[in-house]
Protein backbone atom coordinates (compact mmCIF):
# COMPACT_ATOMS: atom_id res chain seq x y z
CA UNK A 1 0.00 0.00 0.00
CA UNK A 2 1.68 3.16 -1.31
CA UNK A 3 1.05 7.08 1.02
CA UNK A 4 1.37 10.40 0.22
CA UNK A 5 5.12 10.99 -0.70
CA UNK A 6 6.69 14.24 0.97
CA UNK A 7 9.47 15.89 1.04
CA UNK A 8 11.16 17.15 4.20
CA UNK A 9 13.65 19.85 4.07
CA UNK A 10 16.60 20.07 5.36
CA UNK A 11 15.14 22.48 8.59
CA UNK A 12 12.90 19.67 9.63
CA UNK A 13 15.13 17.03 10.41
CA UNK A 14 17.18 19.66 12.16
CA UNK A 15 14.24 20.09 14.53
CA UNK A 16 13.92 16.40 14.11
CA UNK A 17 17.65 15.91 15.57
CA UNK A 18 18.13 18.79 17.57
CA UNK A 19 18.23 18.43 21.69
CA UNK A 20 16.93 21.80 21.38
CA UNK A 21 13.27 22.96 21.27
CA UNK A 22 12.64 25.11 17.62
CA UNK A 23 9.52 26.57 16.91
CA UNK A 24 8.07 23.55 14.49
CA UNK A 25 9.91 20.73 16.74
CA UNK A 26 6.32 19.32 17.56
CA UNK A 27 4.92 19.14 14.31
CA UNK A 28 8.26 17.84 12.39
CA UNK A 29 8.53 15.28 15.33
CA UNK A 30 4.53 14.48 14.66
CA UNK A 31 5.47 14.15 10.68
CA UNK A 32 7.99 11.64 11.11
CA UNK A 33 5.87 9.39 13.48
CA UNK A 34 3.66 9.32 10.94
CA UNK A 35 6.34 8.09 8.42
CA UNK A 36 7.86 5.43 10.78
CA UNK A 37 4.13 4.08 11.43
CA UNK A 38 4.10 3.69 7.50
CA UNK A 39 1.31 6.60 7.47
CA UNK A 40 3.11 8.73 5.00
CA UNK A 41 6.23 8.01 2.17
CA UNK A 42 9.05 10.43 3.65
CA UNK A 43 11.63 11.77 1.45
CA UNK A 44 14.86 13.43 2.47
CA UNK A 45 18.51 13.92 0.60
CA UNK A 46 21.88 13.17 1.95
CA UNK A 47 22.85 16.62 1.23
CA UNK A 48 20.26 17.35 3.95
CA UNK A 49 22.09 14.84 6.22
CA UNK A 50 25.14 16.55 5.15
CA UNK A 51 23.84 20.49 6.41
CA UNK A 52 22.25 19.11 9.47
CA UNK A 53 25.97 17.73 10.54
CA UNK A 54 27.14 20.87 9.73
CA UNK A 55 24.85 22.60 11.75
CA UNK A 56 25.34 20.13 14.44
CA UNK A 57 29.33 20.13 14.29
CA UNK A 58 30.71 22.00 17.41
CA UNK A 59 29.11 19.75 20.17
CA UNK A 60 30.58 16.44 20.81
CA UNK A 61 27.54 15.28 22.59
CA UNK A 62 24.83 16.34 19.74
CA UNK A 63 26.98 14.81 17.11
CA UNK A 64 27.00 10.89 18.93
CA UNK A 65 23.14 11.81 19.22
CA UNK A 66 23.36 13.08 15.76
CA UNK A 67 24.56 9.70 13.91
CA UNK A 68 22.40 7.12 16.24
CA UNK A 69 19.26 9.30 15.15
CA UNK A 70 20.20 9.49 11.05
CA UNK A 71 21.42 5.15 11.67
CA UNK A 72 17.43 5.12 12.80
CA UNK A 73 15.91 7.68 10.62
CA UNK A 74 17.41 5.84 7.32
CA UNK A 75 15.56 2.83 8.16
CA UNK A 76 12.16 4.35 7.30
CA UNK A 77 12.92 7.19 5.05
CA UNK A 78 13.56 7.32 1.61
CA UNK A 79 17.48 8.78 1.34
CA UNK A 80 18.24 9.87 -1.73
CA UNK A 81 20.81 11.30 -4.03
CA UNK A 82 20.67 14.70 -5.45
CA UNK A 83 21.04 14.13 -9.40
CA UNK A 84 22.09 15.88 -13.26
CA UNK A 85 17.81 16.78 -13.68
CA UNK A 86 18.14 18.65 -9.75
CA UNK A 87 21.14 20.40 -10.42
CA UNK A 88 19.72 21.50 -14.00
CA UNK A 89 16.39 22.74 -12.77
CA UNK A 90 17.98 24.82 -10.01
CA UNK A 91 20.31 26.15 -11.92
CA UNK A 92 17.99 27.15 -15.03
CA UNK A 93 15.34 28.76 -11.63
CA UNK A 94 17.64 31.66 -11.55
CA UNK A 95 16.72 31.84 -7.39
CA UNK A 96 18.81 33.75 -5.36
CA UNK A 97 19.25 30.47 -2.82
CA UNK A 98 20.68 27.37 -5.12
CA UNK A 99 20.06 25.18 -2.23
CA UNK A 100 16.63 25.45 -1.77
CA UNK A 101 16.26 25.21 -5.15
CA UNK A 102 18.22 21.61 -5.33
CA UNK A 103 15.98 20.32 -2.58
CA UNK A 104 12.58 21.89 -4.27
CA UNK A 105 13.69 20.49 -7.67
CA UNK A 106 14.20 17.46 -6.56
CA UNK A 107 11.14 16.95 -4.73
CA UNK A 108 9.50 17.48 -8.06
CA UNK A 109 11.53 15.16 -9.73
CA UNK A 110 10.80 12.79 -7.30
CA UNK A 111 7.02 13.68 -7.46
CA UNK A 112 6.38 14.40 -4.13
CA UNK A 113 3.22 15.56 -3.12
CA UNK A 114 4.17 18.04 -0.46
CA UNK A 115 6.99 19.63 0.51
CA UNK A 116 7.72 20.20 4.08
CA UNK A 117 10.09 23.23 5.14
CA UNK A 118 9.93 26.36 7.89
CA UNK A 119 11.81 28.43 5.01
CA UNK A 120 9.47 30.95 4.56
CA UNK A 121 11.51 32.45 1.31
CA UNK A 122 10.61 29.03 -0.17
CA UNK A 123 6.89 28.88 0.80
CA UNK A 124 6.49 32.36 -1.15
CA UNK A 125 8.46 31.33 -4.24
CA UNK A 126 7.24 28.08 -5.75
CA UNK A 127 3.15 27.41 -6.34
CA UNK A 128 2.71 24.39 -8.06
CA UNK A 129 -0.57 21.95 -8.84
CA UNK A 130 1.94 19.29 -8.92
CA UNK A 131 3.46 19.39 -5.67
CA UNK A 132 2.29 21.42 -2.57
CA UNK A 133 4.65 23.09 -0.20
CA UNK A 134 3.91 24.01 3.69
CA UNK A 135 5.36 24.44 6.98
CA UNK A 136 5.08 21.02 9.06
CA UNK A 137 2.30 22.79 11.24
CA UNK A 138 0.21 23.70 8.37
CA UNK A 139 1.05 19.70 6.84
CA UNK A 140 -0.02 18.52 10.38
CA UNK A 141 -3.55 20.70 10.55
CA UNK A 142 -4.09 19.00 6.80
CA UNK A 143 -3.46 15.39 7.78
CA UNK A 144 -6.08 16.14 10.48
CA UNK A 145 -8.49 16.79 7.84
CA UNK A 146 -7.19 13.93 5.14
CA UNK A 147 -9.38 11.21 4.76
CA UNK A 148 -7.59 7.94 5.66
CA UNK A 149 -8.42 6.01 2.36
CA UNK A 150 -6.76 9.85 0.71
CA UNK A 151 -3.68 9.12 2.84
CA UNK A 152 -3.19 5.81 1.89
CA UNK A 153 -4.30 5.76 -1.69
CA UNK A 154 -0.86 6.18 -3.37
CA UNK A 155 0.85 9.51 -4.72
CA UNK A 156 -1.76 12.12 -4.82
CA UNK A 157 0.39 14.18 -7.99
CA UNK A 158 -0.50 13.35 -11.61
CA UNK A 159 2.56 11.65 -13.91
CA UNK A 160 5.05 14.30 -14.71
CA UNK A 161 6.77 14.22 -17.82
CA UNK A 162 10.77 16.14 -17.68
CA UNK A 163 9.05 18.79 -19.26
CA UNK A 164 6.90 19.46 -16.57
Known amino acids: MLTIKVFLDTNVLIDVLSVAERPATEYSIRI ?92 NRHNSSMMQICTPEDFVQKMKTMPLEERTKGSLSPERTREG
Open 32 to 123: FQEIRNFKLEGVITVQSVVDAAYAFRRDLRTQSLFRDRILQIKNYVNLESLNAFDLQDALLSGAPDFEDELQYYHAYNARCDYFITSDRKLL
